[in-house]
């Protein structure tokens, strides 16, 4: 089975441009959330979608915007791109169904570059 | 504020001994807590959770230990091999309702040989 897909892997910006992320979650997953990792930081909890709706929003300004669509896969919009929006963004998914683990499946992440 | 604190960002070890990765946390809801292993060029990926109700969790030559008055937890690795060098990630999550999990800043673990 495939795992957690993003797309673009790598991407340069320029400060004030626009940019939009994808995911594609694992097959009957239907939660899907992204997370920010900036250079030497852990991972930082940006959106929960959970059958299309918005479950979670954690401390991003309203230029970050997300979606999820019918075949739960999600994009993640960034709006006036500032220098410090420069990281590691990551996807995951889970079933958020059964017993709780903790377990999130994550992509390989979309490295964005601002200029 | 980080809720989720690993104050060693980087750890050595001999092949075939203990690693031992310590975490402390601040928020008394956290009610389960994870960690998760990412290697370069890779997203992270889930190794072991632990229950707030629980003191240690084993999984092969994974142990996690939990110990909420003093707001810590540690990882044993048990014996270290090669393929554990990655960046280990703390992080804890309230209740069951979402997928909102805090992390901390990692700790790098170099097995040597």
Redesign the interface.
């Given at each position: 089975d495939a795992g957690v897909t993003q797309s673009p892997t790598h991407l340069i910006k320029t400060r004030g441009q626009q940019v939009t992320l994808r995911c594609s979650p694992i097959s009957g997953h239907k939660s899907v959330s992204w997370y920010q990792q900036v250079l030497g930081q852990g991972p930082q909890f940006i959106f929960q979608y959970y059958e299309k709706e918005e479950r979670g929003r954690g401390n991003f300004p309203d230029r970050f915007s997300a979606r999820q669509f019918p075949n739960y896969s999600s994009e993640l919009n960034v709006n006036a791109l500032l220098l410090g929006d420069s990281a590691l963004y990551l996807c995951a998914s889970s079933r958020l169904t059964g017993g709780y683990t903790g377990e999130l499946f994550f992509g390989e992440g979309s490295r964005l570059t601002v200029l | 504020d980080q809720q989720?604190k690993q104050n060693s960002p980087s750890l050595s070890v001999q092949e075939g001994r203990i690693s031992i990765l310590n975490c402390d946390y601040t928020n008394s809801m956290f009610d389960?807590?994870?960690w998760y292993k990412k290697y370069p060029?890779?997203?992270?990926?889930?190794l072991i959770?632990i229950s707030s109700i629980k003191d240690k969790n084993e999984d092969g030559r994974f142990t996690v230990f939990l110990n909420k008055s003093a707001k810590h937890l540690s990882l044993h690795i048990v014996p270290s091999q090669p393929g554990d060098s990655a960046v280990y990630?703390c992080?804890a999550?309230v209740?069951?309702r979402?997928?909102?999990?805090?992390?901390?800043?990692?700790t790098r673990l170099h097995i040597l040989p």
């Open positions: - | 989720v389960y807590f994870l060029a890779e997203g992270p990926t889930f959770s990630f992080a999550s209740g069951n979402d997928d909102k999990i805090i992390f901390g800043k990692g």
